[in-house]
């Protein structure tokens, strides 16, 4: 039975498309935090909703901060290929306040 799709739907799923489209064109050669942003919206609201559950699940110790080991950990486990060395790059990047820990905030706002 065909059910339509109500223009919510319609542009999520555009937008999951169009990202992954992104995503798989242009490979390692774009900036690991870009790729990490497409990875998400490629799946859509839930992946976009999924960082908050991504966080928590990577935090391992419960401190509400990722060390560089949860970090890497949690964005092999979210399937995005990456050296040791672009997830460095890009902890610091997230790493805004140089603590050498990523927090929640840190973690949806990088600057």
Known sequence: MFR?????SRQETEMAAKSLRE??????????VQRLRLLCL????NGILGLGRLFRRMDEDGNK???FEEFLSGLKEMGLEITD???????EK????????VNL???FCPH
């Open 4 to 8: 339509p799709q109500s223009a919510t």
């Open 23 to 32: 995503l798989q064109a242009t490979g390692n050669s774009m900036d690991s």
């Open 42 to 45: 490629s799946r859509g609201a």
């Open 65 to 67: 901060n990722l060390n």
């Open 85 to 91: 060395e672009e997830a460095r790059e890009m902890f």
């Open 94 to 101: 997230f790493d805004t306040d140089g603590s050498g820990s």
């Open 105 to 107: 905030e840190e973690f």
